[in-house]
C-alpha cells in the first residue's frame, strides 16, 4: 500500500464517535458498510481534481494496540490518475468499549510526538489537529464520541491547507452518522 509509508512518517491522523449512555455504558460505534462512499469525488476533487475511484484497503488494527477486539479500523486510499504518487488517504476507526475508546485517545494524543506539533483546529468534532509535516504531507485528525477520522493528503506540489481538509472531515463525520452499517 503505497500510503502506507506516508501514514506512518506524517503520522496517523483520525476521528472517533463514540456516544455514552447516562448510566457509563458505552455504545459501539458502528462502521460503515463502504469507508470510500464516506467522500464523494466531487468532495475530493476540491483538492485533486484527476482523484481516481477510492480503493478500500481492508480493516484491521493501525496500532499494534488496537487488536485486542476493542475498536475497528477502516482505510481507503485514493489516488491521482496523472502524478503518482499523489494521494489522499481516510482512516476511520470506532470504538467498541471503554478500552476501544481510550485506544482511540492514545492515538489522538500520540500525534504530538509526530514530526510536527498540530495547529488545533476549532469547530470540528469534539477536538481536531491539523499538520503541516516536512515530509510532503498534511493531515487532519478529528475526534468525536467514539470515532476518530484522519484525512492524509500526500506529495501534493503545493501543500494542502487546513481549510481544505477540514470540509471533508466534516463530512466524514457525518458520513458515520447516516451510513448503512457493515
Avoid at 500510503?3 to 491522523?13: D, N, T
Avoid at 489522499?88 to 485517545?105: E, F, M, P, S, W
Avoid at 469547530?123 to 487532519?140: H, K, P, R, T
Amino acid at each position: 500500500m503505497r500510503l502506507a509509508g506516508a501514514r506512518a512518517a506524517a503520522v496517523f491522523v483520525g476521528v472517533a464517535l463514540l456516544p455514552a449512555c447516562g448510566s457509563g455504558e458505552v455504545i459501539p460505534a458502528a462502521a460503515p458498510a463502504d469507508v470510500c462512499s464516506l467522500l464523494t469525488r466531487a468532495d475530493l476533487q476540491t483538492i485533486l481534481p484527476t482523484v481516481r475511484v477510492g480503493t478500500e484497503l481492508g480493516t484491521g488494527p493501525f496500532y499494534p494496540y488496537m487488536d485486542g477486539g476493542d475498536a475497528w479500523s477502516l482505510e481507503c486510499d485514493w489516488d491521482d490518475s496523472v502524478s503518482n504518487p499523489t494521494g489522499i488517504g481516510l482512516y476511520v476507526q470506532g470504538a467498541l468499549t471503554r478500552q476501544g475508546n481510550a485506544d482511540l485517545d492514545v492515538a489522538f494524543d500520540s500525534i504530538g510526538g509526530g514530526p510536527t506539533q498540530g495547529t488545533v483546529v476549532s469547530g470540528l468534532g469534539d477536538e481536531a489537529l491539523y499538520f503541516d509535516n516536512s515530509m510532503g504531507s498534511q493531515f487532519l485528525e478529528a475526534r468525536s464520541g467514539g470515532y476518530y477520522v484522519e484525512l492524509l493528503a500526500f506529495e501534493f506540489a503545493t501543500p494542502v491547507t487546513e481549510a481544505q481538509l477540514q470540509p471533508l472531515v466534516l463530512e466524514a463525520i457525518v458520513g458515520l452518522e447516516r451510513r448503512p452499517t457493515r
